[in-house]
């Protein structure tokens, strides 16, 4: 805290309420930008407490981007978080194994199925869209797609940053070289 700059101190003091990491991982790059850092933790105060999509899914969101990613933090803070919301240790674990998820329920489905094809693709489909929107309907679809998006972005922060998971913690993801 001693290293936050003053006008940053105010936001460096609520993150660290909130935050599973403190004012390590992407915080910790996000606060040499006050304003975007400000900005971004609204951002990310909506997408992980007020968004439209159910917890499981919003944390399931995040754990595809941590994987796609290797993001050893995401992985690290969401995982957990994740189960506890109530997505099947099976999908996690079959994920965190760089594999589709088996038995996924039909909402898993279309949040992973989505996540990847705007990932690898760049696109969606209008089927895989009509689909979503039959499940998920148009706000959660939206909510998806800023979740993703912006976990894209965690992910990169937390790789300018060379963040990693705490010392004393095996890393999620030992295949990463850094």
Avoid: C
């Amino acid at each position: 805290m001693e290293n936050v700059p003053p006008q940053s101190r105010a936001l460096a003091e609520e993150i660290v309420k909130i935050s599973s990491v403190g004012l390590a991982g992407p915080y910790n790059v996000m606060l040499r930008s006050p304003v975007f850092a400000e900005r971004m933790k609204r951002l990310l105060d909506y997408l992980r407490f007020d968004t439209s999509l159910p917890k499981r899914l919003n944390e399931f969101a995040i754990l595809i981007q941590g994987r796609l990613w290797t993001s050893q933090v995401e992985w690290y803070a969401h995982y957990p978080l994740a189960l506890k919301a109530g997505l099947p240790q099976s999908v996690a674990d079959d994920l965190k194994a760089n594999i589709r998820p088996r038995g996924m329920q039909p909402d898993e489905e279309i949040v992973y199925d989505i996540s990847m094809a705007l990932a690898n693709q760049h696109t969606v489909s209008d089927e895989l869209f009509k689909r979503g929107v039959a499940i998920l309907g148009e706000q959660q679809l939206v909510d998806l797609v800023a979740v993703s998006g912006t976990y894209v972005t965690v992910a990169m922060l937390l790789e300018l940053g060379g963040e990693s998971s705490p010392a004393d913690k095996p890393l999620p993801f030992p295949e990463k070289p850094r």
